[in-house]
């Protein structure tokens, strides 16, 4: 009867144990293969502690790159002796581009300060006393600025002189023409130069006489007649000396 009962025990506690391990084999292989399911299928995800995907509980190394306990600022980061050198060669840069930046708005600066009037005069400059010769050209501020030439030089060093316009109509040195009249008292003269006349020697430079150069006589714009009664100036000038004029007489005279 006690071996029967000691049989029975052992058979129950087989069947017991093997049912058990086969139970646990299947529990096992249904989570491995849901397990699968989910990695296929992209749900699975592992905890993190961070944004930098790293592990729950694993512990920081105090001496890790984001320094003692993971915690500080990534510019107290340890860095290689060859980031060293290159953090130092950037500021050195940034120093020298400082440095250059100054120096040209200090040359700009410069240049655009203004220079005092004595810089501008010449070392060479010099004032002189000059000899006023017959045939010298000026504008007669006095008159409206007429152009004038010296016709006559007198012995104290005063000179006579004639209206540029008025002298010239008399020297036959020009062709003068009409080219435009209006009522009389509007005309537009054409001075055409004759080469043959103006080559006379009376023109050439001597001691007390300055020579004329028919070429550029008149300048557009100036004037060469003002009288009470007449007032002409020139409007264009040609390549050898020829000029055209508007000569005026219309009532000047009852106006002044």
């Not at 990695?39 to 320094?67: H, I, S």
């Not at 500080?72 to 940034?94: H, R, S, Y």
Request: proline content about 4%; aromatic content about 10%.
């Amino acid at each position: 009867m006690v071996r029967w009962m000691i049989s029975l025990a052992a058979v129950i506690l087989f069947g017991t144990t093997t049912a058990s391990l086969y139970a646990a084999s299947i529990n096992q292989e249904e989570l491995d293969e849901c397990e699968i399911e989910m990695a296929e299928d992209g749900e699975e995800e592992l905890p993190y502690a961070d944004e930098e995907k790293e592990p729950a509980g694993k512990e920081t190394d105090g001496n890790a790159a984001g320094g003692i306990g993971g915690n500080w600022p990534n510019e107290l980061a340890a860095t290689t002796p060859e980031d060293a050198a290159a953090a130092e060669k950037q500021t050195e840069d940034a120093k020298s581009s400082d440095s250059g930046q100054k120096q040209l708005e200090g040359q700009e600066k410069e240049k655009t300060e203004p220079m005092k009037p004595e810089d501008l005069i010449p070392s060479d400059s010099a004032r002189g006393t000059y000899k006023v010769l017959k045939h010298s050209l000026f504008l007669d501020l006095d008159n409206y600025n007429v152009k004038k030439i010296v016709t006559e030089l007198n012995d104290d060093g005063t000179f006579v002189a004639e209206d540029l316009g008025s002298w010239l109509k008399k020297q036959d040195v020009y062709d003068i023409s009409v080219a435009e009249e209006e009522d009389g008292n509007y005309k537009k003269l054409y001075y055409k130069s004759n080469l043959e006349h103006q080559d006379r020697e009376e023109f050439y430079p001597t001691e007390d006489t300055a020579g004329l150069y028919f070429g550029w006589l008149v300048s557009e714009g100036e004037t060469i007649t003002f009288t009470d009664s007449c007032f002409e100036f020139v409007i264009s000038v040609e390549p050898d000396g020829s000029f055209y004029t508007e000569y005026e007489t219309s009532s000047l005279s009852e106006e002044m």
